[in-house]
């Protein structure tokens, strides 16, 4: 008998505070509902380590039943739990990063309004990403993956009485689901061919599957369909644009929900369903490809933006490639490792921007900053690690699981080794400029006696996600409720990587040990059939590997090497010699004007789609087809409009008992006439 | 559920006629009250709340386990000459548009408490009967009477219309009236053939009379007979292009007319597309599935995109029934398990959730007389609990999980893909447009600035309309998270009706 762990309690804890606040918190004082946010978000937490501590002598995939959700005919969805190594991780992760950015919350929002309406949303969004982590079916997954769409779409627009959070808000929506319609299409399939979405039988039922050759096949479009699920909620080429206008919300929400969390459920569920993908080779393909891709368009944007939110947006979408590109290659574990060191440092790097956001009262212009260093000590020597991490320097936590993404890359193809090499060097490089632009040289801004002296062109529209300016002026650091989770996360950025060491460097990769498990339970019954791309990748661990250190080693001090070489060039344009980047930016001239206005991504999408559709359904749909053509045919058909509506006024000019007579006769007859003819 | 035998036995035959006619008879005592207002509305609740608790008898004593049949029945002969019957049944799938109608109606009585203040005593009257003849669709299982009742709810509703309607009344109410009513002569004469060469009007009989291959010139005559019942249904869903009389209908309409006429006459339509072209004329429907599929299509589309682009919001709400009726016609003759449970779901579903959005937009309508969304915007800053109330409302109708809208659609095109791929996969666009024409318009009413001065001191919404909204709401999110507690009667009665179709698909196999 498998013991009993209560796992809905995980989800459904946070959701007891949502409804605490929710419904009563417009009454609570701050301190309370800071209370309850954090006593439920904290229970969750607690409650997962709890899990974590029992895991070992659980036999796994550990799924428990709790209530039957829809039944039709003999298809049947539950709410039931699925643990294993992968949840797992997912969990701690969720409600650990989760609880420290809800502590954060608590002195960032303090003088916002709505602060209960902001801990309400942000438990909401707890309640449906432990839902989706914890999900043994697809559906029930699809309920986690919906509602955190709604909570991120509530959090994006939470200062809602300015235009572009709304319509940001509705954005991320509307392009979230144009993904989720590949996801419901994936599931219809799924349906169709196993009667099932639960976990284990539509993967029982896959397993003895071959992989499917020649990029055609069931298998194969279940993958891609899934990929366009992912692609729009893990902001992928070519639906990734709502991230950026996501940094309307307030940045904690930045912080969890669009860097650490909620965008790495496309990767997660690419994950979870690897059964799948194993056996789809060309749908992996599209995933590296996809990955691959969205990692370095990202970046190149990212090395122009001057909103230092929005240079943690495009980076987060490029750090979401790299985990896809190592899904892409079959390597699952590192992806999922990439994921949670990600949640680390990308937590951090959001929150210290928080931090620095605040006390500057809501600038956001990089251009406007510098010198803050000693100013924000704690914000700068946290927010210096997480750079470090993410720039891929050892031994720093991004360091171990980027390493290993591209050199599972390299053993698939150079080319993703290299666009992945690339990347790097390119986020070594924004990122240290947002260091140096920040913290480093004069500061730029407005101070009290001195307004910005900054001869740019800076529109106000332009900030994102700012909280409204404090009563205290001057730069101040933050309070001991936002320092606390900077310097929690600092150390799991600093640290979080050790576990996953590599064998070249001397370690034993335990994280992959531990989560491996997963990923391979498959391939034995692949390797029976003895093929399969997993296979193939399985065996570069064997003894082969061992022989193989050499060159990892080498692999790995040249994409250390191009994160000093991001570091240098940075150091060199934004601390040596900052005038320089203006000019070689005039130099380039349309191609830097490009990456400015991102592409005109969002302009093509606008002229190609958005536009088009509207004009199109008020002209052609509703006044063409509707009222031109439906309208007046029936018109003329009623022996034209005109007497009709001579008709009509006729019956008007009577009082009601004259118009109600009208129509009473008239069904009279109706009827009189029915007897009639039953009656013959 | 057998709690009582002896309770089941006692009230069990006259349970339907009981709440069918409770609503008519509180509209004859009505005619005796005298005109004060209040009374009459208090009375009008009560009679309402009255027939909704009895109705509530239906689910909690049906037998979920019993496949096949109609149960509560109770049948006696009418009239001799000619032979028509007074029988009533339910299944899993009417006695739950019964209860939706019993739910509906007190919240219209409520939700016109203040807006109507003139011929209030009428208002009622009609208001009252019109439930009647509603639940009288629904019971009915003798074509006369199911006949009778069709017809019988469009005189209230055309007056609910052309009497407390707004704008052009008239004219939509005539529209109304005259384009359902000329479609149902069609459905008239279908039954008069059945009647002829049967000699009744009792469904059962008639349905096992043509199964068994005893009507005389069936086969010539079937596919007219289909046709016959099935447009007077798709003018009455309203399936495109027959929908033009509902936009107008909805947009003159008082809010209560609005809230029943998307909520529970539409699915008359549905309904009777289910029961009499699935279950009179199975080779029909399937030989006729492919036209009405893409029928069915471009309304979930169509209906959509034209929304999308409405100035008006009522219209716009209008424009989205077009859009989810076309999912429940859709699942219906997708004759599949997921697409038929899915489909009655989606009615039961867009009733509460289409339902609710009328009402609220009834109580702006009570502020400022405007249905012009832009006319609003940041209203999210003066009426932050109506501005709940409808995020609340308009997640459950873009089909949010865990809200009412999902299990329906989830259903219906699960069924649909199943039926056909492509059919589904069309179908599913509609979650992406129905997020942006809600949330458009969402954003345009609630969020922003508040750019109307006037905008600023309306009134929040008051006790009365939170009770009115409140019951919607709950049930919302009651069927979004508990749908088996429907689906349990649903699917037995679905796969009744699918019988023939089974059969169908094995005969075909065999040839």
Redesign the interface.
Known sequence: MTPNLHLWLIPVLPLVGTAVNGLFGKKFSRQTVAAVALLFSGAAFAMALFVASRFSSLTTPHIEFLA????????QADFAFYLDQLSLVMLLVVTGVGFLIHIYSVGYMWEEGGFYRFFAYLNLFMFFMLTLVLASNY?LM??GW??VG?AS?LLI?FW????S???A??KA??VN??G??GF??A???L??HFGSLNFDQVFQSVIPMGAETGGAGLLTAVGLLLMVGAAGKSAQIPLYVWLPDAMEGPTPVSALIHAATMVTAGVYMVARSHVIFDRAPAALTVVAITGTLTALFAATIGVAQTDIKKVLAYSTISQLGYMFMACGVAAYSAGIFHLMTHAFFKGLLFLAAGSVIHALSGEQDMRLMGGLRTKIPWTFWTMTIATFAIAGIPPFAGFFSKDEILWRAYQASWVYWFIGLFTAFLTSFYMFRLWFMTFFGEYRGATEDAPAHLALDIHSDTRAGAPAPHGHGGIHESPPLMVIPLVVLAVLSFTGGWIGVPGSLGGSNRFDKFIGPVFHSTVTALGAEGHGVATAEREAEGPEAQAGHGTELIFTGISVFAGLLGFGLAWLLYYRNPQLPQQIAAGLGGLYQAVVHKYYIDELYAALFVKP??A???LI??HG??QDV??AA?DNS?HGARE??D??RH??SGN?RS??GW??A??AV??AY??W???R | MNLHPMDLDRWSPIILTLVTFIPLAGALLLLLLPRRHRDIRVFSLVVTLLTFVLSLHLPVHFHRAALAGFQYEFDRSWIPTPNIHYHMGVDGISMWLVVLTTFLTPLCVLISWKSIDERVKEFFIILLVLETALIGVFVSLDLFLFYFFWEATLIPMALLIGMYGHGRKVYAAVKFFLYTMIASVFMLAAILWLYAKVGTFDFVTIQNAIRSGQVAGFTSAAQWLFLGFFVAFAVKVPLFPFHTWLPDAHVEAPTAGSVLLAGVLLKMGTYGMLRFNLGLFPDQARANAWWVMILALIGIVYGALVALVQPNMKKLIAYTSVSHLGFVVLGIFSFTQAGLDGATFVMLAHGVSTGALFMLAGALYERRHNYDISEFGGLATSMPVYASFFLFIVLASVGLPLLNGFVGEFLVLSGAFQARAVYGILGATGVIWSAGYLLWMYQRVFFGKITHPVNERLPDLDLREQIALLPAAAAALVMGVAPLLWLNAIDPAVQTALAPFAELASKVVGQ
Do not use: P
């Open positions: 039957t959700w829809i039944r039709a005919g003999k298809f559906l699809f309920i919906e509602g709604l779409y627009g809602f009485t300015k235009d959070a709304a319509a808000g509705k929506f509307i689901r144009i989720d319609f419901l299409i599931l219809f399939l349906i169709k559709l509207i199109g359904s008020a749909l509703w087809i509707d439906i309208d029936l009623a009709v509506s008709s009509v019956m008007q009601l118009y109600a129509v009473a008239g069904a109706v009827i029915m007897v003819i039953g009656t």
